[in-house]
């Protein structure tokens, strides 16, 4: 894997979101400072002054979109961290948060480093989102930096040109049929799964979940469950018990996409 990223993305329904405040800033930059890289650009949508096409240089721009913040009116940010002090990070950069009730998602990605586990980096993500909204889901993942992997988040595909990794046919279908999910049914967020990861945050409804042979998903037997407050739980698997807990939610029709 090319920059291997440590993402997390948590999920929740966006009639169910507050707004998008200044503390929710404060502590992006928080988390993105513990890279040691620079916040050089930014999106941000509905917030009057701000192209939503088009992205911004952060720090010139950082007192109008915190005036922004504060009036409630941000319907989506993005933050991008690289290293040189250049545009066009969408889908090049190498640490982001970002969060929008479009899709009902917040994303933290940062380059992996010593110390630093998908555990962590997942709950750190939760602590930030649900500054915003209630969540219901979450999953942690590694994926190439050149592999734009918060698009990877909201179910869709990006690179950049300098990416050697590729999905496959069969992996690219599945990863948008998760795209649908956010603007359809949000089955995720009602006790189904985008796939199984190492590390997922689950509410009681994915605990419940049935499988074939009539046990719910916590009877398992498989991974380690920690409560985290909010309704949540965290699911850790090792990579033989993610093999054998996707053959079976997949048996029971509960796994939606890649």
Not at 63 to 70: H, M, P, Y
Not at 105 to 121: C, M, N, Q, S, Y
Not at 168 to 188: M, P
Request: charged share 20%; hydrophobic share 40%.
């Amino acid at each position: 894997m090319t920059d291997p990223t440590v993402c997390a993305a948590l999920y929740f329904d966006p009639h169910e979101a507050g707004t998008i405040s200044v503390a929710w800033l404060d502590e992006a930059l928080r988390l993105l400072a513990q890279t040691g890289l620079p916040v050089r650009e930014s999106e941000i949508t509905g917030v009057p002054g701000f192209d939503q096409d088009l992205t911004q240089p952060f720090p010139p721009n950082e007192a109008g979109i915190r005036a922004g913040l504060a009036s409630g009116s941000a319907k989506s940010i993005r933050l991008y961290a690289h290293p040189e002090n250049r545009e066009g990070y969408v889908l090049n950069w190498r640490a982001s948060a970002g969060i929008g009730y479009r899709h009902g998602e917040g994303f933290l990605g940062v380059p992996v480093r010593a110390g630093l586990t998908l555990k962590d980096h997942l709950l750190a993500t939760y602590a930030l989102t649900r500054l915003v909204a209630p969540c219901r889901y979450g999953i942690a993942y590694l994926r190439s930096a050149h592999l734009a992997p918060a698009f990877y988040a909201r179910g869709m595909l990006g690179g950049s040109l300098e990416a050697d990794d590729r999905e496959d046919d069969a992996n690219t279908g599945r990863i948008f049929q998760f795209f649908r999910e956010s603007y359809g049914a949000r089955r995720h967020l009602q006790g189904m799964f985008r796939s199984v990861y190492p590390v997922q945050l689950l509410s009681e409804a994915h605990r419940s979940a049935r499988l074939t042979d009539g046990r719910t998903v916590a009877e398992l037997g498989l991974g380690r469950w920690t409560q985290v407050g909010g309704g949540l739980w965290l699911w850790e698997l090792s990579e033989q018990e993610i093999a054998a807990a996707a053959q079976a939610l997949e048996r029971a029709g509960l796994i939606l996409a890649a």
